[in-house]
């Protein structure tokens, strides 16, 4: 089992690596690209543009170019931004990651909660009435666009309906330090987490009801009802706990990739400055250091979430556990 | 047999599916009963309603799309329409089941103890201990070898013999005075298959159960049962004694059976002999007698009504008055000894 572990951590880094060489040859070495002329601006001569290449190392070859860039991102730390000179890359990132995890962390706790909820009450009420109804609503919380629903939420909670009994404690948009403020950390972001997390209640309780549906045609089903221990006993400890494989393979992903900076539309409608939003606003003004910093960022979050993955697996499903 | 009233007395018992093709009758009003202490072996061939009559008694039949019909008296409590909370009282404390296929009847997820443990506490107050502790008990009575490791054993872990003898730990669990087996040994290897039926034999001694082994293999039968039940197109056909109908069987689908085994000694024939024809459709059984399609014995009287089982301890249901047909039986399974 350690032994497993060692190898994965191993796995991981190489493929950290391997990310991060990828992500610095698409920005630094792209043919087209030239970064220094991104730097020295529009119609610069060509003795600025030396000038700015020898000021930022671009005219030595890529693989010291890269040590350079890695040394700066992870030894030093003091990549500084094209774009607004002077402000540091890596605590600009590091600021911005607390955002990003109080918001997906919060609205996977719900998300998680909902998907069970809809899909193990769907599941057993399959062809009823509830099952429908609870299908079709996922259907509207996975179709609506989560921009759409934000803007929506804050019309109402920020304009229209704020001065009134059931909005106005919502605080104005914008992100409240969990350590300065619990309540007020809680109460800025519950909306933002209703927001993000009801695409994925609709989509995690569809397919959390198709697995379990699945999983009750099983012959163990049928030996535990032979049992004689109650249905609820039946659905929850063999059926549910059987279907939970696909629900947490999709959980891990997703999971990995909000964190990573795929919160971006819920980030720039209600205010947050998060990962997603940081990484939207470098692109815009294509601010290589920073691109590549939240790159590698995200790519370590989606690993790391896979190898969490990995590790709930063997958890979960013993059969996991003997295949290495 | 003895004077007090038999374990499981089921009468007209019918099992519908109402499907794209209509109605489909899986088993079409049967009725047998079963003693204390005895072992009823039931055989016909896939689709003949053998494994529908099982799960029917076991409550197991919930498709939303099935009609049961009829009585299963059970130590004189009906468990037709029995409500889901004293249906649980009763299987799997009083009523066990073994499952033909003993890969896909464990939980993956779960480990043996655990499974047969939550049984045991379903039906009587233990400790989660005492529970395990039990499991050993029952994993090393059923012949595993080493059962306080079995015991922490997920399923993917043991042969498929060793499940087998799990799911059977799991049956006997709670001292069950009926055991329905369905095709226990099918999915194993001959050697395996034998060291189970010994098993299940042994279980009448020990645990004092009643057994319903159904299976379509003569020698199964042969081995462990006391009394046989033939059941073709969802009826029976015939049934009694073991040793009365493999010396002299009454139905002709029966001697197509056994004339479908070869013989163990004597000449090696060029081709077993196979019944012709296939079986009927569940969804379009013939009116008559559901095997006159394929009978060789077959005239008019077969064609309009199924017949009636008809004779007392040996009964067969056969329009051919019984004289006659001991009359052929003895013509056409000469030389054939029976095996047992």
Known sequence: ?????????????????????????????????????????????????????HDFGLDRPLPVQYGLMMDRLFVSRDLTSFVNRGQLVVPTVASAIPVTLSLVGGAAVLWVLGGLVVGVIAGATRGTFIDRALMILSLVGVSVPVFWLGEVANLLTQSRWHDTWLFSWVPPLGYIALTEDPWGWFKALIIPWITLATLYVGLYGRVLRASLIEMMQEDFIRTARAKG????????????????????????????????????????VFGLQGVGKLTYEALQTLDLPMILATVI???????????????????????????? | MSAEAPLLVVKDLSVSFCGDEGLVRAVGGVSFSVERREIVGVVGESGSGKSQTLLAIMGLINSPNAIVSGSIRFMGQELVGLNRRALDAIRGRQI?????????????????GNQ?????????????????????????????????RVVDAYPHQLSGGMRQRAVIAMALSCNPALLVADEPTTALDVTVQAQILDLIGRLRDEFGSAVILVTHDLGVVAEVADRVLVMYGGRFVEEGGKTSVFRAPLHPYTWGLFGSIPPIDGARPARLAA???????????PKGCAFGPRCAYRHEACLTLPPPMEGNEHRAACVLPEARRREINIRTTAGVEMRS
């Open chain 1, 229 to 268: 221990i109650g249905e609820r006993r039946v659905l929850l400890h063999h059926g549910l706990r059987t279907s939970l494989v696909a629900f947490v393979t999709m959980f891990g992903l997703d999971f990995g990739a909000l964190v990573g900076g795929g919160a971006l539309l819920t980030e720039v």
């Open chain 2, 275 to 285: 019944i012709p024809g296939a079986p009927p459709s569940l969804s379009n059984l």
């Open chain 1, 1 to 53: 089992m350690l032994a497993a572990l060692g190898f994965r951590l191993g796995q991981m880094v190489l493929v950290m690596f391997g990310i991060s060489v990828v992500a610095f040859l698409i920005f630094f070495a792209t043919p087209g690209a030239d970064p220094s002329a991104r730097i020295a601006g529009r119609n610069a001569s060509q003795e600025t543009l030396a000038q700015v290449r």
């Open chain 2, 96 to 112: 066990a089941m073994i499952f033909q296929d003993p890969m896909s009847a464990l939980t993956p997820v779960h480990t043996i």
């Open chain 1, 297 to 324: 960022y995200a790519a370590f979050f989606v690993v790391l979430a896979n190898f969490v993955v990995d590790i709930a697996f063997a958890i979960i499903d013993p059969r996991a556990r003997d295949v290495r």
């Open chain 2, 116 to 148: 047969i443990g939550e049984q045991v506490r379903a039906h009587e107050k233990a400790s989660a201990r005492a529970a395990r502790a039990r499991a050993v008990q029952l994993l090393d009575a059923v012949g595993i070898a080493n059962p306080g």
